[in-house]
């Protein structure tokens, strides 16, 4: 029988990753492979919602308020545990805990890593069949090993992290994850049960020609960013022809679609919300390192988004991100 050497499965991967760094412990391939696994299972019942009566809501209100599907739970408990049960986690923060849950276990305590993430994120989309997506972002601790992890050791920079990445449950299951050292996405085989590198080392296109932003806030958001999407509307073929305008309302499909066709995703400030929707350590941070990674940018319109230091677990942040000709274009509408 043949072997199909050209398939690499998500943990050959990883191992393969890892014997280029002798020193390394392993403990962070073991960490992505342990997301794989809870999100395998994720899928299982993502794929079954509508037949298991999944749908609807949990009748709990989570710590953004928001109504909570059945499939927030079942993911954010199933990341916990597989992180929780594995050899590189100390503790977790996740978009359904108003708090960071410290695992303090000798094993965890003695883990390198923390784990940030959005269990299930655009789940109000559960009930109508467009893709949903997790986000999560890695970072080695600060606080002492042995001893159970800090609140600090979640509050870092975006800049600090040494892995983030994505599952996009979509026409097909997508794990794209990013280390310093590229940005590579793997789907999910079911007739194997594996993840399979289908897209190496992913490159963020300098050009782009979609634009995704929620029109209705439009005559909220501030003046540099209404006038930056009329010209995104007013596009001829003197300067490169009309822009697509493309926004599913779901982040991870929104962004993973620009970062694989080039383009920029747009979560403004309104007047309402000076300070965006989408909350900067699950959602942004994660987005921003492997953006940027892949050779784009992504800012809060004048800051980089991986610069800004945390005070709060939940906090928000507007959110531009996407192709680098693009977002350069966009700030100078910004800054005038
Ligand atoms: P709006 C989903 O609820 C989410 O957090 C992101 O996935 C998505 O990009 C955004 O909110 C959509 O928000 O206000 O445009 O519906």
Request: aromatic share 10%.
């Amino acid at each position: 029988m043949m072997i199909n050497r050209k398939i690499l499965t998500l943990d050959e991967f990883t191992i393969r990753q890892l014997r280029q760094f002798p020193k390394a412990t392993g403990e962070l391939s073991s960490l992505l492979r342990d997301i794989g696994l809870a999100a395998k299972r994720i899928n299982v019942e993502v794929n079954k919602a509508g037949l298991v009566d999944i749908l609807g809501d949990a009748g709990s209100i989570n710590v953004q308020g928001e109504d909570v599907k059945k499939l927030d739970i079942y993911a954010n408990t199933q990341f916990t545990g597989v992180l929780q049960h594995g050899i590189s986690c100390a503790g977790i923060g996740s978009e359904e805990l108003d708090e960071i849950v410290v695992f303090d276990d000798e094993v965890s305590n003695n883990s390198k890593y923390v784990v940030l993430f959005d269990p299930l994120d655009g789940s109000s989309n559960i009930d109508v069949n467009i893709s949903i997506g997790t986000i999560f972002g890695v970072y080695r601790r600060l606080s002492e090993l042995g001893k159970p992890c800090t609140t600090e050791d979640f509050l870092q920079p975006g800049v600090r992290q040494v892995a983030a990445g994505y599952v996009v449950y979509g026409s097909s299951t997508m794990l794209v994850y990013a280390t310093r050292r590229g940005v590579n996405g793997f789907t999910l085989d079911p007739a194997i049960g594996e993840f399979c590198l289908s897209h190496p080392d992913m490159k963020c296109p300098e050009d782009g020609k979609i634009y995704s932003v929620n029109h209705g806030n439009f005559f909220q958001y501030e003046e540099g960013v209404r006038n930056y999407i009329n010209g995104c509307q007013k596009k001829d073929k003197n300067n490169g022809g009309p822009y697509t305008q493309r926004y599913i309302g779901s982040m991870v499909a929104d962004v993973h679609r620009n970062l694989i066709k080039g383009g920029i995703f747009m979560y403004p400030g309104t007047i309402d919300k000076p300070g965006g929707k989408l909350r900067l350590m699950y959602e942004c941070n994660p987005f921003a390192f492997m953006i940027e990674v892949a050779g784009g940018k992504a800012t809060d319109g004048k800051r980089r988004i991986l610069d800004i230091q945390p005070t709060e677990l939940h906090q928000r942040t507007p959110f531009f991100a996407g192709s680098k000709n693009m977002m350069e274009e966009m700030e100078t509408f910004y800054t005038k």
